[in-house]
């Protein structure tokens, strides 16, 4: 694709050669036939040693580029729409059961589903029209999946489980494996033991929800454990039982949510933060990555580091403060050596 043609899909304008365009790549690994892109300008150096053949930069960009530009408003939304067109196409999943799969008869299929090899999907589930179910899942008793949903292979839907609409579970997910719950104690005669408590609710997965590979999330002790309509969950999430994300949150990855927490509306939880039990984070708020959250976060601050968690002035001022008193006591240190050398 020539530059000037990729410039008027991508709404910018081509400033120098136009050159032919056939992949996407990095400013530092692009080469001949690439186009990379960058929106920061403090990789302005980055820009001026590119071999990309174009470079994707905003508008008002001042500094110089040793290849075409092609000026747009968003260069990382540019770049992602030319990803599209330089990707080889996705694997079409026409409409069908593999003879492989293993369908109970009471089971309701929507028009122009896709069923994989060797997925199991047990009595009394649902599977919305549209919906793309790859090889090798399991769909126990009583699951409902929404229209257009897809669900890539490995994945394990427990009894009850239900998927919204348009939803994105990726490889190795689990929905509704029981949560951690145990009584333990000591008996009359001294011998102690430790007690499983029933795990008898459900998952239930909002519309537009896409989870990342080898994401775990437990079935509620009674009622649901729920996460609300475009929630985007990362790889590797731990979410324990009757946790509620009210929607339109981001978690990421390796970040834990013990069980019957609350995450408001447009929460941001980053990578290996964890969040306790039984506490609510209210809407808007972000938990940094690796923070610890041990107690609710009313939104009155609107992110948190460290562990226990605090404000970033906070924690800036903590982890600053021996610093501070190092090079006090070292001008100290000289003052009175200036003093007794008088």
């Known amino acids: 694709m020539k530059a000037s043609e990729l410039a008027s899909v991508v709404g910018g304008v081509l400033e120098g050669e136009d050159v032919e365009l056939v992949a996407c790549g990095g400013l530092e690994e692009a080469r001949k036939g690439d186009l990379s892109f960058c929106k920061d300008p403090k990789h302005v150096k980055l820009v001026a040693s590119t071999k990309a053949s174009a470079v994707l930069l905003p508008k008002d960009w001042q500094g110089d580029a040793p290849c075409s530009v092609i000026r747009v408003e968003d260069p990382n939304f540019a770049c992602m729409t030319a990803a599209k067109i330089f990707a080889p196409p996705e694997p079409v999943r026409a409409p ?27 009595k009394g589930s649902e599977i919305g029209a549209g919906a793309v179910i790859e090889a090798q899942v399991f769909i126990g008793e ?6 257009k949903t897809h669900i890539y292979p490995q994945v394990t839907l427990r009894e009850g489980t239900v998927v919204g609409a ?59 454990t ?41 929460c941001l939880i980053w990578a290996q933060a964890g969040v306790s039990g039984h506490i609510k984070i209210a809407d808007g708020v972000q938990v940094g990555p690796q ?24 924690f800036g001022g903590r982890i600053l403060l021996p610093k501070m008193f190092a090079k006090l006591k070292a001008e100290l240190k000289e003052l009175k050596a200036k003093i007794d050398a008088k």
């Open 142 to 147: 009583g699951c409902r999946v929404g229209a």
């Open 96 to 122: 069908g059961v593999h003879l492989t799969a293993v369908i109970d008869p009471s089971v309701k299929l929507g028009e122009g589903v896709h069923i994989g090899a060797f997925t199991v999907i047990e």
């Open 226 to 266: 729920y996460i609300g309509p475009m929630t985007k969950i990362d790889n590797l999430v731990q979410i324990g039982h009757n946790v509620k994300v009210k929607g339109y949150s981001g978690l990421i990855a390796q970040s834990g949510i013990a069980g019957s927490t609350e995450i408001g509306y447009g």
């Open 166 to 224: 348009e939803c994105i579970i990726h490889c190795g997910v689990r929905l509704g494996g029981d949560g951690y719950g145990f009584n333990n104690g000591r008996r009359e005669d001294g011998s102690v033991y430790i007690e499983k408590i029933p795990q008898l609710g459900i998952v239930e997965i909002g519309d537009g929800v896409e989870i990342g590979s080898n994401t775990t999330i437990d079935r509620a002790r009674i009622g649901r």
């Open 291 to 314: 923070a610890g959250v041990p107690q609710s976060l009313d939104g009155s601050v609107k992110y948190v580091i460290g562990a226990p968690a605090e404000s970033m002035k906070e």
